[in-house]
């Protein structure tokens, strides 16, 4: 090793980054697809739950094993281990989540490729090129192809930089934009008719729902999605947070971002959603439910924007440039863990290793691609379904029950010295060792 580390130059570049890698795709299109699947309020009552108790707690353990171990996830892990089987089964874990970024960035890719094409659709129809600007929302296989690549190049041009010039400098670029879309999109759609109706169906609960099992999964994998756990990259960010900073209160705000911003995407699609059945677009499906998955974005929403005339060109642009951006901040943590794992375990250049290793992941998606119909789902399932609860798992049973408890109190202590009289202290090791590894088993031993 030896090779010197990067890391964040302030607190606001950390939260940038982090809140970087959790916003994306997930916020802004699954959890008001989901939302819209399972039954509006109830599921964002139970996806606030448990965010906040589950997945928070499992967020922090990721992060306090990165700053402990100042390294990658594989080397954190096995800094906190005693013997030979368990830096073997360290191996495992750090290794699972590298593993489980690069097959959600392949997949990841794509979706975000289309959402770049998306939002170049408007700006050629700006000018005139109705049917040329088909090629960019239609599928098919050369427009993916491209699309994908120019993202993934987009990904490794950031990750190539490093840390401060890379990550961190992108992300204080890209977030403060976001979420300035994300408002003056949210403003514009509660002026129109049929926004009242759709803020009902968001925010008014059906309590009955609210201990379904389906949605309590599905709220779940959500949660950990969203907080990019399981993955190995909140323990590569939490290994470049300064021993100085008070972690339990940086993971704190970085839950509330990503948390607030799923809430606000939410604000955004539900009600446009209504506004589109106000215009005549039709939001529900034949079974009664409302539409979801990827007909709400690339059906429901154009033909929202459609609707409006020019300003409509205005709008679906600036949507889709606020998804792409959403996606390229997560993007860059997702390869991060992978390219820091090569640098430090094989001496290998960053540049080196960033460009190598991307293009790998470019090469399974392109696999993926030429065999979207059933390898894009597979490779979610695999990745996200069972990789990332079973290795976020994996990791509240590693500083449950193999990290010392005074180093882990330690860890906590450092950068907060009036920890102790905190409801954190005084629950969190207790909780991360019996209640997040026995929780997160359970509903995901229900889901099979
Ligand atoms: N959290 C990101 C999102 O909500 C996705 C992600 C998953 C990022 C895993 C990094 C690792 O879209």
Request: with cysteine; proline share 2%.
């Amino acid at each position: 090793m030896g090779v010197s580390r990067g890391g964040f130059s302030s607190r606001f570049g950390f939260i940038m980054a982090a809140a970087g890698s959790a916003v994306g795709l997930g916020n802004i299109w699954g959890f008001p697809t989901q939302t819209a699947s399972n039954g509006g309020a109830a599921f964002v009552l139970v996806y606030l739950v448990l965010a906040f108790c589950l997945a928070y707690p499992a967020f922090m353990a990721e992060l306090l094993i990165g700053r402990y171990g100042q390294a990658n996830a594989v080397t954190s892990l096995q800094k906190m281990s005693h013997n030979l089987w368990q830096k073997r089964f360290a191996f495992m874990v750090g290794f699972g989540g590298i593993i489980a970024a690069a097959l959600i960035l392949s997949f990841y890719g794509i979706l975000a490729g289309w959402m770049m094409s998306f939002a170049i659709d408007p700006v050629v129809r700006l000018f005139g090129f109705n049917d040329a600007a088909q090629w960019f929302v239609n599928q098919s296989l050369a427009r993916n192809l491209i699309f994908t690549a120019l993202f993934m190049l987009l990904t490794i041009f950031i990750i190539r930089r490093g840390v401060e010039d890379g990550i961190e400098k992108w992300s204080k670029r890209l977030m403060p934009m976001l979420i300035i879309l994300l408002t003056v999109l949210i403003i514009y759609v509660m002026s129109l008719e049929g926004a009242s109706e759709g803020l009902k169906a968001y925010l008014q609960p059906d309590l009955s729902r609210v201990f379904d099992a389906d949605l309590l999964i599905s709220a779940l994998g959500q949660a950990f999605f969203s907080l990019s756990l399981g993955t190995s990259v909140m323990i590569i960010y939490g290994s470049y947070i300064s021993k100085k900073e008070n972690l339990v209160s940086l993971g704190a705000q970085v839950t509330l971002i990503d948390v607030s911003i799923a809430f606000l995407a939410g604000l955004l699609i539900i009600p446009a959603m209504y506004v589109a059945q106000a215009q005549g677009v039709a939001i529900f499906a034949e079974d009664g439910s409302l539409i979801s998955g990827s007909n709400l974005v690339f059906t429901v929403l154009p033909s929202l924007f459609d609707g409006m005339g020019v300003m409509g060109l205005f709008v679906g642009f600036a949507f889709f440039v606020l998804m792409t951006i959403a996606a390229l901040t997560s993007s860059i943590s997702m390869l991060e863990g992978p390219v820091s794992y090569a640098v430090e375990r094989h001496d290998m250049e960053r540049t080196k290793a960033t460009t190598y290793i991307g293009l790998g992941i470019l090469v399974l998606s392109i696999i993926i691609v030429l065999n979207i119909s059933f390898m894009l789902d597979l490779v979610a399932m695999i990745s996200t379904q069972y990789g990332q609860p079973i290795i976020a798992m994996l990791c509240c049973v590693f500083v449950g029950w193999i990290w010392y408890r005074n180093s882990i109190l330690a860890e906590i202590k450092q950068g907060n010295d009036d920890v102790e009289n905190t409801l954190f202290w005084k629950i969190w090791p207790w909780y991360i060792k019996f209640v997040c590894p026995t929780a997160i088993a359970a509903v995901f031993i229900h889901s099979l």
